[in-house]
């Protein structure tokens, strides 16, 4: 087995695709870091291009026909796109499912307090992070607070230049002798990450006065947003890296960007079924939340808000006397469309070189994944495997296959298991990504171009 890189098959032609998507991607990265950022965004791309919202077919009656183009959006953190084939639902639908929420550092309900003159946002870490990782960097705050009057606040600071952004400070290496000998677990304390937010104690209703550093922050907060403290409780704030994604490398071959894991592959599902013709089978494509803690909640994998839209579904469509969504869904082909752990030669000793993503190497398929003996795996079916295979070479997608690094070196798991439980053929199909789970992690630009034909030709051509 011969390893490829990508960038010595294109032509001049490719290679200006390549830029031109990279540029989308990067715009897409910057506009949702939060997983309702990011769902606002693949809602405002698709009602672009024509689709219509299931809750309007279903109060006008309107019966689905081959062609039609319908969104279902759960709580504004998970939605679903479905592009209505020639065919029967009952035969199956071609589904490509992401996730768009990432790890990243949460507020908790009361965060605001004050210590020497400081004012900080007590927090609670979400998904896997290395704490190390996050302190002394810029941070920006984003996310929503709901008020008991019915309304929302939007909340964005710390990402345009003028702006201002926050931290969460290290201890100067002088005095780090015995945090250094720490391991790295018990190096930063997860409850003492806290966001420092301000230092200047004057009223700001009345410059003249003093008051305390949190009762200037409170006041901003008043100004700035009309939020009071005790709407904290009913909030949700994301601490994120400040900044743009970026062109990473002196040939900027690589992608520099927070979130990659897995807006980069949910950034090519939207591709695919935005850019998809006519199809056979009904094309969808899937965007949940919550996959990094293990797709719990309403908006995770595990929640029925999907099955029960596949079953909206069937009441619109002309054939819907016989649908079933159980059939439609064991029927169904899917790729659970997430990141690969790319192999990297700092680290070498966790992978496995033969059974390893390369950075450029293409789309990478993980037959299974989980830990310690593949628990916790969904092991597609080969028949299934060759079946994708067959699909991509006669598209001219370059492909690797990959386990996420070597036996007993840990593991991981994505949410194929769970849609594999209706009995469907499901298999990981992603992107290899280095530095993953760190505030900024780097892919390809081939790799994504990769990612995204090869969707694309899963969403036209599984039959
Ligand atoms: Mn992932
Ligand atoms: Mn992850």
């Known amino acids: 087995m011969k390893r490829k890189n990508t960038w010595n098959f294109y032509g001049k ?8 998507l990279s540029e989308e991607y990067r715009d897409f990265l910057n506009a949702g870091k939060t997983e309702r950022e990011c769902i606002k965004r693949i809602l405002f791309q698709a009602e672009k291009q024509g689709y219509k919202n299931l809750e309007e077919i279903q109060k006008q009656g309107i019966v689905l026909r081959p062609g039609d183009k319908i969104y279902v959006s759960h709580m504004e953190k998970a939605a679903a796109l479905f592009h209505i084939g020639a ?18 550092i949460d507020v908790k309900q009361v965060p605001l307090f004050e210590d020497s003159g400081l004012a900080y946002l007590d927090t609670h870490y979400y998904g896997g992070i290395k704490h190390y990782q996050w302190l002394g960097i810029p941070l920006a705050l984003h996310g929503i607070v709901a ?7 939007n909340i964005c600071i710390g990402e345009s230049d003028e702006e201002e952004v926050f931290v969460l400070t290290d201890l100067l290496p002088h005095l780090g002798k015995d945090i250094e000998e720490k391991k790295q677990k018990e190096f930063i304390d997860a409850e003492k990450m806290d966001l420092l937010i301000g230092n200047r104690a004057i009223n700001q209703k009345e410059i003249e006065k003093r008051s305390s550093v949190k009762t200037a922050i409170l006041e901003i907060l008043e100004q700035k947003f009309q ?26 071959s690589m992608i520099l960007g927070y979130g990659q894991d897995d807006r980069s592959c949910s950034f090519a599902a939207l591709q695919a079924i935005l850019n998809c013709m006519e199809v056979q089978r009904t094309a969808c494509a899937l965007f949940v939340d919550k996959e990094e803690i293990g ?12 099955e029960n839209a596949v079953q909206v579904l069937t009441e619109f469509t002309k054939s819907s006397h016989i649908a079933d969504k159980n059939r439609i869904l064991q029927n169904s082909y899917m790729l659970s469309c997430d990141v690969s752990a790319a192999y990297d030669p700092m680290y070498a000793e966790y992978f496995e070189r033969q059974n390893s993503a390369y950075l450029s190497g293409g789309v990478v398929l993980n037959k299974y994944t989980g830990s310690g003996g593949k628990a916790g795996a969904n092991d597609a079916n080969a028949e299934y495997v060759a079946k994708i295979r067959g699909c991509f070479e006669k598209n001219q997608v370059i492909y690797q296959t990959a386990e ?60």
Not at 13 to 20: G, H, P, Q, T, Y
Not at 147 to 153: A, F, L, N, P, Y
Not at 237 to 251: N, Q, T, W
Not at 406 to 434: E, F, K, N, P, Q
């Open 13 to 20: 032609k490719e290679l200006e695709e390549i830029e031109s």
């Open 87 to 104: 065919k029967p639902l009952e035969e199956g639908m071609n589904i490509l499912g992401a996730h768009v929420d990432s790890p990243r």
């Open 147 to 153: 008020k008991t009057d019915g309304t929302t606040v």
């Open 227 to 252: 939020i009071k403290e005790e709407d904290f409780l009913s909030a949700e704030l994301e601490i994120v890296p400040a900044g743009k994604a970026r062109e990473c490398g002196l040939d900027k």
């Open 295 to 306: 797709s719990v909640g309403a908006t995770g994998m595990h929640s029925r808000f999907f």
């Open 404 to 463: 996420l690094g070597a036996v007993d070196r840990g593991g991981g798991g994505t949410i194929a298991y769970i849609m594999a439980s209706y009995g469907m053929d499901i298999i990981d199909c992603g992107i290899g990504v280095l530095n993953m789970h760190a505030p900024w992690e780097v892919s390809s630009k081939a790799d994504l171009y990769e990612m995204n034909k090869g969707y694309l030709a899963f969403l036209e051509e599984m039959k």
